[in-house]
C-alpha cells in the first residue's frame, strides 16, 4: 500500500501542533492499527513524531504482524513503531504504556462469541492499562451504539436514549458496543482511569475498504472499474461522510484533551442520501458513470438516517469537518488511482 498524501498528513499535524508535545518520550499502544482508522492513527503518529523529534514509540497488536510489514514497508521500517504479533483476547503485555487507543475488535459470525471475545479482549487492553498507569485512554466505539433513531431526530446526539433491538438480527455490533462501553467506563471509575469514548461513524478517505457492506467503498470500486455504480437499496438512507484526515485530528484531540468519563460523536454532519452519494461518485468521471438503483422507494416509508449530532465536540474541543464532501471523494479517488498505477507496475 502506498503512503497516504503529505498533502493529509501536513493537515494532521498543523491542525493538532499544539498537542505533540503532552507525547514527548511516551510510549503508546494502539490496537486495530491494520484498520482503517488504525493506519491513519499510525502514519500520523509516526509522521508527527519524526517531524517534532518527541521520541515517542508506538506499540501496535496485530495478528498478522508480516502480512502488515509487506503492505506497509514505510511504516515497519520506522524505528518508533514496534508490532506486537498476539490477538487481542491473550496478548502479552509489553512494557508500561502512558497513551492507549483501542480500535480493535475480533471478527466472529457467531454473535454470542462476537459478544463475548470483544468484551474479553477489552477487558484485556483496560486491565493493561491499569498496570501501566495509563495516563489516557480511548476507546473507539460505533454510532451503532444508538440503534435505530425515529424519524423526527435528523441527528444523533450523545445523550439519544436509543438503542439496538436486542431480539434484532442484526443487533451484534451495537449491542458489543454497548457493552464494552459500560465495561470501560465501570473500570476508568473504579481505576482513576482517565477514558474518553469516540462514537465514530463512517468515513472516507485512503484504506476505505472497497469489498465489504460500505457505499462508499463499494461505489469507489464500482467506479474505479468504469461502472456502473450499483446501490443495492432503494437509494433512500442518510449518511455523512467524515474525511480520514478530520478524523485522525479527532481522535489524536480526544486522546490527549478529551474530557475524561465523556462520550464524543465523530463524523460528519452533512447529510446525503446513499443515492446522492453514488451520483457524486459517478460526477468524478467525464462523462459521469452511469448510476442503477436496485429498486423503488416504498410509498410512505421514512427513511433511515445515520448521521450525528457533533456539537459536544465542537463546543468543548473546538473540532471542525474542513474538507467537504466532493473534496474527500476526490482525494479518496486520487489515492486509489494512484494505488491502481503502482499495482500495475509493480507487475510488470
Known amino acids: 500500500m502506498r503512503p497516504l498524501p503529505a498533502e493529509d498528513l501536513d493537515q494532521v499535524l498543523s491542525a493538532t501542533s499544539d498537542l505533540w508535545g503532552e507525547l514527548r518520550g511516551a510510549q503508546l499502544f494502539l490496537t486495530g492499527g491494520t484498520s482503517f482508522l488504525g493506519r491513519w492513527l499510525v502514519e500520523s503518529f509516526l509522521y508527527a513524531n519524526a517531524r517534532r523529534g518527541l521520541g515517542a514509540r508506538l506499540v501496535m497488536l496485530t495478528r498478522h504482524p508480516t502480512a502488515f510489514a509487506g503492505q506497509a514497508p514505510h511504516l515497519v521500517n520506522d524505528p518508533a513503531l514496534t508490532l506486537l504479533g498476539s490477538d487481542l483476547e491473550n496478548f502479552p503485555f509489553p512494557e508500561p504504556c502512558s497513551h492507549i487507543l483501542h480500535a480493535g475488535r475480533v471478527e466472529d459470525a457467531d454473535p454470542l462469541r462476537y459478544l463475548n471475545r470483544n468484551l474479553a479482549g477489552t477487558e ?36 439519544f436514549s436509543g438503542a439496538p433491538d436486542p431480539l434484532g438480527p442484526d443487533a451484534a455490533k451495537g449491542m458489543m458496543k454497548r457493552a464494552c ?168
Not at 250 to 272: C, D, F, H, K
Open 124 to 159: 484485556r487492553v483496560l486491565e493493561f492499562a491499569r498496570l501501566s498507569g495509563a495516563q489516557r485512554f480511548v476507546y473507539t466505539s460505533s454510532g451503532s451504539f444508538y440503534g435505530p433513531r425515529p424519524p423526527e431526530i435528523s441527528h444523533i446526539p450523545e445523550d
Open 181 to 348: 462501553e459500560f465495561v470501560s467506563a465501570q473500570f476508568a471509575r473504579r481505576y482513576g482511569l482517565r477514558l474518553c469514548i469516540a462514537r465514530c461513524f463512517t468515513f472516507l478517505g485512503p484504506h476505505l475498504p472497497l469489498n465489504i457492506q460500505l457505499a462508499a467503498g463499494n461505489f469507489i470500486r464500482d467506479a474505479l472499474a468504469g461502472g456502473p455504480i450499483r446501490v443495492e437499496g432503494d437509494g433512500t438512507p442518510y449518511r455523512s461522510y467524515l474525511y480520514a484526515a478530520d478524523l485522525a485530528i479527532w481522535l489524536w484531540t480526544l486522546l490527549l484533551r478529551g474530557t475524561p468519563g465523556r462520550a464524543y460523536n465523530v463524523g460528519s454532519e452533512q447529510s446525503v442520501t446513499i443515492a446522492e452519494l453514488a451520483h457524486r461518485v459517478a460526477a468524478h468521471w467525464d462523462p459521469p458513470l452511469e448510476v442503477t438503483i436496485a429498486r423503488a422507494p416504498q410509498p410512505g416509508k421514512p427513511p433511515e438516517s445515520y448521521v450525528p449530532a457533533t456539537a459536544r465536540a465542537r463546543q468543548e474541543l473546538g473540532l471542525r469537518e474542513t474538507v467537504p464532501l466532493d473534496e474527500a471523494l476526490a482525494r479518496t479517488l486520487r489515492w486509489y488511482q494512484g494505488q491502481s498505477v503502482a499495482d500495475s507496475r509493480e507487475a510488470d
